[in-house]
């Protein structure tokens, strides 16, 4: 900790950290418990640098960073962090996305645990930035052909396919049986409603 303190200081704000001093950070962040005054202060140490970009390249400081932001209830700057980052590990930095809004959610309700359906609504509302998905998220939703075509059979033929009915359906919209099951028995909770 010293020595990285050391390099830190010596190589000053101005220029690209040298490549040993970034592992060291990296090395340092995945060996430092999360919540220990020493990873805070190697934080504090790095994000007060104005090259502190570099730093964020590496999936080791990115994930203490956030630790620390959320430990301290500092969830926006844990954001920000994420969305100025460049680590490649981009599923990860989505995981870490969502688990700053989930903490925030519990401290807001006060409570240790969230159900699936919060954590779903949670993502649902906060959704990661474009810097974390380029591709965007995926849409888990049909094709507006598939949908008609679905409900065309639901009001048509029946909303009860049998085993046939469904896996002719599926193989004709390139989906998997149990993906149409799905579709019918939400369906048919939907007309409930």
Same mark, same amino acid.
């Given at each position: 900790?010293k020595?990285?303190?050391a390099?830190l200081k %010596? @190589? #000053?704000n101005?220029?690209?950290p040298p490549?040993?001093?970034?592992n060291l950070? #990296?090395? $340092?962040?995945?060996?430092?418990?999360?919540?220990? *005054?020493? $990873?805070?202060?190697?934080?504090?140490?790095?994000?007060g640098c104005?090259? %502190? &970009?570099?730093? $964020?390249? !590496?999936?080791h400081?990115v994930r /203490?960073c956030v630790?620390v932001?959320i430990?301290? #209830?500092?969830h926006d /700057?844990?954001?920000s =962090?994420?969305e100025?980052?460049?680590?490649?590990?981009?599923e990860?930095l989505v995981?870490l +996305?969502?688990?700053?809004?989930?903490?925030r959610v519990?401290?807001?309700?006060?409570?240790d645990f969230?159900? *699936?359906?919060q %954590?779903?609504r949670? &993502?649902? &509302?906060?959704p990661p *930035?474009?810097?974390?998905? *380029?591709?965007?998220?995926?849409?888990? @939703?049909?094709?507006e052909?598939? &949908?008609?075509q679905?409900?065309?059979?639901? /009001?048509?033929v029946?909303a009860?396919? @049998?085993?046939?009915q469904?896996?002719?359906?599926?193989q !004709?919209? @390139?989906?998997q049986p149990?993906? =149409?099951?799905? +579709?019918?028995?939400n369906y048919?909770?939907r007309q %409930?409603?």
């Amino acid at each position: 900790m010293k020595q990285f303190m050391a390099m830190l200081k %010596k @190589n #000053g704000n101005e220029h690209r950290p040298p490549t040993k001093l970034l592992n060291l950070a #990296g090395q $340092l962040c995945q060996e430092l418990q999360s919540s220990s *005054p020493s $990873l805070e202060k190697l934080v504090e140490a790095m994000m007060g640098c104005k090259n %502190k &970009r570099y730093f $964020l390249t !590496d999936i080791h400081v990115v994930r /203490a960073c956030v630790s620390v932001y959320i430990h301290k #209830g500092q969830h926006d /700057a844990a954001c920000s =962090v994420l969305e100025c980052c460049k680590a490649e590990e981009k599923e990860e930095l989505v995981q870490l +996305w969502h688990e700053i809004h989930y903490r925030r959610v519990m401290e807001k309700q006060q409570t240790d645990f969230l159900t *699936p359906v919060q %954590k779903f609504r949670c &993502r649902k &509302r906060n959704p990661p *930035p474009i810097s974390l998905c *380029p591709e965007g998220l995926k849409n888990r @939703n049909y094709s507006e052909e598939v &949908r008609q075509q679905l409900y065309r059979f639901a /009001a048509e033929v029946t909303a009860h396919p @049998n085993k046939k009915q469904r896996e002719r359906l599926a193989q !004709d919209m @390139n989906l998997q049986p149990i993906q =149409v099951y799905n +579709w019918f028995a939400n369906y048919r909770r939907r007309q %409930k409603s």
